[in-house]
């Protein structure tokens, strides 16, 4: 297998907040670099940090343009519509986005004979009844996200079956670190404009398998350099689970806002969330190697330091 420094690397979705990680390693292990992305949510200050990476500013959905593309000896997938609510407003869009443009890029990556990553989701298992929950569980999605999901790793493995293209399927749980979206930031937007009131949308007890960016690109890199890893589907986890009225309490900890602050809930969430998510991950610490070392305490200091909430907070 060729060493990733000589890999002409391509990476979908590369200007968001996974792809901007994932890039600035691989800027370390290679100079052909390209990164493809529309910016639909993706940030052109990412790609600016990433000064070694070849940016094109392009859909997925437009093949002919992927596909004009300098070819590519590995792909990473990344690119997609990420927002649950957003998929039960927008169904048809949420396939689009997801479904087809994944096998757009199929279509790419068989063009080039390229290795390629596909960037899944816990949302594949809908609300599990096995916890933690191991790979071989079952699709029972309960998102238009979730489905979309679905329909681009059966593409995968379809492609891995029909045309013998080398693929792995990762299913992400919760990612978090600097430059995320998700609970983590809303909880820290939500405190620097009121903290004297925290709203959790939906009960509180919904609990998630937070996992730190940092692991995630580890696993995204070391796999690649595996045959092993060649037409499987990993769990990335943390391979534990925290109830976000735990996380919110955390927070609030952190900032020194335990009496002060008054933790409300809307009891309702949003279509499609889910209950629980616990990655068993023994899979990929046994055939990746790979462990994750970074705790959402330590993290959650850190994010809070970096936005200089604290600071904030004291102003007001
Ligand atoms: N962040 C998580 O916790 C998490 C969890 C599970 C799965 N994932 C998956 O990981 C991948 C990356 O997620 P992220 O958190 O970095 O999201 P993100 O929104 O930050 O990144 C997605 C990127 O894809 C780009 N994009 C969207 N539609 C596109 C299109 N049609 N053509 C080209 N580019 C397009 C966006 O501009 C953005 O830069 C996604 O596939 C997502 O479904 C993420």
């Not at 949302?123 to 096995?130: C, D, I, L, S």
């Not at 045309?163 to 909880?187: K, P």
């Not at 610490?285 to 330590?298: A, C, G, M, V, Y």
């Given at each position: 297998?060729?060493?990733?420094?000589?890999?002409?690397?391509?990476?979908?979705?590369?200007?968001?907040?996974?792809?901007?990680?994932l890039?600035?390693?691989?800027?370390?292990?290679?100079?052909?670099?390209?990164?493809?992305?529309?910016?639909?949510?993706?940030?052109?200050?990412?790609?600016?940090?990433?000064?070694?990476?070849?940016?094109?500013?392009?859909?997925?959905?437009?093949?002919?343009?992927?596909?004009?593309?300098?070819?590519?000896?590995?792909?990473y997938?990344?690119?997609?519509?990420?927002?649950?609510?957003?998929?039960?407003?927008?169904?048809?869009?949420?396939?689009?986005?997801?479904?087809?443009?994944?096998?757009?890029?199929?279509?790419?990556?068989?063009?080039?004979?390229?290795?390629?990553v596909?960037?899944?989701?816990?949302?594949?298992?809908?609300?599990?009844?096995?916890?933690?929950?191991?790979?071989?569980?079952?699709?029972?999605?309960?998102?238009?996200?979730?489905?979309?999901?679905?329909?681009?790793?059966?593409?995968?493995?379809?492609?891995?079956?029909?045309?013998?293209?080398?693929?792995?399927?990762m299913?992400?749980?919760?990612?978090?670190?600097?430059?995320?979206?998700?609970?983590?930031?809303?909880?820290?937007?939500?405190?620097?404009?009121?903290?004297?009131?925290?709203?959790?949308?939906?009960?509180?007890?919904?609990?998630?398998?937070?996992?730190?960016?940092?692991?995630i690109v580890?696993a995204l890199i070391?796999s690649?350099?595996?045959?092993?890893?060649?037409?499987?589907?990993?769990?990335?986890?943390?391979?534990?689970?925290?109830?976000?009225?735990?996380?919110?309490?955390?927070?609030?900890?952190?900032?020194?806002?335990?009496?002060?602050?008054?933790?409300?809930?809307?009891?309702?969430?949003?279509?499609?969330?889910?209950?629980?998510?616990?990655?068993?991950?023994?899979?990929?610490?046994?055939?990746?190697?790979?462990?994750?070392?970074?705790?959402?305490?330590?993290?959650?200091?850190?994010?809070?330091?970096?936005?200089?909430?604290?600071?904030?907070?004291?102003?007001?």
């Amino acid at each position: 297998m060729a060493q990733l420094n000589e890999k002409r690397v391509l990476v979908t979705g590369g200007a968001g907040f996974i792809g901007f990680h994932l890039c600035k390693k691989l800027s370390e292990y290679t100079s052909n670099l390209t990164i493809y992305d529309n910016l639909s949510s993706g940030k052109l200050e990412n790609v600016k940090d990433l000064p070694k990476a070849n940016f094109v500013k392009g859909d997925i959905l437009d093949l002919t343009k992927l596909c004009s593309l300098e070819k590519a000896d590995l792909i990473y997938h990344l690119a997609a519509q990420v927002v649950v609510p957003y998929s039960m407003e927008n169904p048809l869009e949420d396939f689009e986005t997801n479904a087809h443009g994944t096998l757009n890029v199929l279509e790419k990556a068989r063009k080039d004979d390229a290795r390629i990553v596909f960037a899944s989701s816990a949302a594949v298992y809908g609300n599990p009844t096995k916890l933690p929950t191991p790979e071989d569980y079952g699709f029972n999605p309960f998102s238009c996200y979730g489905l979309s999901k679905v329909v681009g790793e059966e593409y995968c493995n379809m492609y891995a079956n029909q045309y013998g293209l080398e693929v792995t399927i990762m299913r992400f749980a919760n990612v978090y670190g600097s430059r995320c979206h998700g609970v983590i930031n809303d909880f820290l937007d939500k405190l620097s404009r009121n903290p004297n009131r925290l709203e959790i949308i939906g009960t509180g007890l919904q609990s998630r398998d937070f996992v730190h960016i940092s692991d995630i690109v580890e696993a995204l890199i070391t796999s690649v350099q595996k045959e092993k890893a060649i037409g499987q589907t990993y769990n990335l986890g943390y391979g534990k689970t925290t109830k976000i009225i735990d996380l919110a309490k955390m927070i609030l900890k952190i900032l020194d806002l335990t009496n002060k602050t008054v933790i409300t809930t809307t009891n309702v969430s949003w279509k499609g969330d889910i209950n629980t998510i616990w990655f068993d991950i023994s899979k990929a610490k046994k055939e990746l190697n790979w462990h994750p070392k970074i705790t959402l305490e330590d993290t959650l200091k850190e994010m809070i330091k970096e936005r200089k909430l604290g600071d904030d907070i004291n102003t007001h």
